[in-house]
T-cell receptor
Framework: SQQGEEDPQALSIQEGENATMNCSYK?????LQWYRQNSGRGLVHLIL?????REKHSGRLRVTLDTSKKSSSLLITASRAADTASYFC????????????FGKGTMLLVSP | EAQVTQNPRYLITVTGKKLTVTCSQN?????MSWYRQDPGLGLRQIYY???????DKGDVPEGYKVSRKEKRNFPLILESPSPNQTSLYFC?????????????FGPGTRLTVL
């Protein structure tokens, strides 16, 4: 069953602007991950944040996690046309297994 | 190079003709999984495997079979494909109980069932 729900479904911005995507989930999680998918390609892991973490950075990416609200956000700073892709959040529940449950994704378009 | 490979990448077939999509990983991962991706529905898990000879159903297992005879391979079998199985399929693998639980995805197999 799907757990993560991304918001917005689609986002269109200009190069240099920041892009923020949100994800909400329903159950208790071990960690939450963000993946990127270029059109028709496989998913690429971007960043993982564990349930005991509140914020994490990786290059131009910043992820926050609020377990009380069961929500996460992905911020891409100083966006580039090459950031155009779909972004998915995925959760690993506290079952001890590695099963990922994906949301439906946010489609980001960055115009030059 | 660490990778997950899938074959074929593209396949057009007809209803009822059995097919197999292969998946192989070279990272010695215990966990492997199959997903299908459909517009508006995101990725849905079909089957997963915790280790050799251990498989379990995901969210949408109907019409699919899998096997895990070797650690590196996890083929997806469609015994009698139907048009509603037209989709983009991804195989993924990860460490079992690893530090990251990151899944590594294959490039995808685009299947069309006529």
């Amino acid at each position: 069953s799907q757990q993560g729900e991304e918001d917005p479904q689609a986002l269109s911005i200009q190069e240099g602007e920041n892009a923020t995507m949100n994800c909400s989930y329903k159950t208790s999680i071990n960690n939450l991950q963000w993946y990127r998918q270029n059109s028709g390609r496989g998913l690429v892991h971007l960043i993982l944040i564990r349930s005991n973490e509140r914020e994490k950075h990786s290059g131009r990416l910043r992820v926050t996690l609020d377990t009380s609200k069961k929500s996460s956000s992905l911020l891409i700073t100083a966006s580039r046309a090459a950031d155009t892709a779909s972004y998915f959040c995925a959760t690993v529940e506290n079952s001890g297994y590695s099963t990922l449950t994906f949301g439906k994704g946010t489609m980001l378009l960055v115009s030059p | 190079e660490a990778q997950v490979t899938q074959n074929p990448r593209y396949l057009i077939t007809v209803t009822g003709k059995k097919l197999t999509v292969t998946c192989s990983q070279n990272m010695n991962h215990e966990y492997m999984s199959w997903y299908r991706q459909d517009p508006g529905l995101g990725l849905r898990q079909i089957y997963y495997s915790m280790n050799v000879e251990v498989t379990d159903k995901g969210d949408v297992p109907e019409g699919y079979k899998v096997s895990r005879k070797e650690k590196r391979n996890f083929p997806l079998i469609l015994e009698s494909p139907s048009p509603n199985q037209t989709s983009l399929y991804f195989c993924a693998s990860s460490d079992w109980g690893g530090r990251t639980d990151t899944q590594y995805f294959g490039p995808g197999t685009r299947l069309t069932v006529l």
